[in-house]
């Protein structure tokens, strides 16, 4: 038996595409994302409190999708993430899906707890307390000599 014979789960290597070229179209698709993603950011800067509310919001909307696809990307390509076999890419996805799903839940959370404190359900003064305390007679300095 020859020790040089591997097994093909093991020795799993993806075909290359010829030369540079997949580099290449990387790199344009990767400049191309960051330029929209430059331009529509300066439209925002420029246009300041300017745009209704919706379009804001969907053009930050869209520039975090075009992040994402930029991200998708680099991990795919440059870090030879698109090249594995599936398992491998469920045991990086999966944990990061829950990373931001815990972040997301987090960020609801305390955002429901600020909400909670802030309400009459006792943690603000009294309303007639409140009065009562701003109603005293200022006291004139030349009483007390």
Do not use: C
């Amino acid at each position: 038996m020859s020790s040089n014979l591997t097994s093909p789960e093991i020795t799993y290597a993806p075909e290359h595409a010829s030369g540079t070229s997949r580099i290449w179209k990387t790199f344009w698709v990767l400049s191309a994302l960051t330029v929209i993603e430059l331009g529509l950011g300066y439209f925002l800067y420029w246009k300041h409190g300017q745009l209704p509310y919706a379009l804001t919001l969907s053009t930050k909307l869209l520039i975090a999708a075009l992040t994402l696809a930029k991200a998708y990307y680099i991990v795919s390509i440059f870090m030879h993430l698109g090249d594995e076999i599936r398992n491998m890419i469920m045991t990086i996805v999966v944990p990061l899906m829950l990373f931001i799903w815990f972040i997301a839940a987090f960020l609801w959370d305390g955002n429901a707890w600020k909400n909670l404190r802030n309400t009459d359900g006792g943690s603000r003064p009294d309303k007639t307390k409140t009065e009562q305390h701003q109603q005293h007679p200022a006291v004139d300095k030349d009483a007390k000599k």
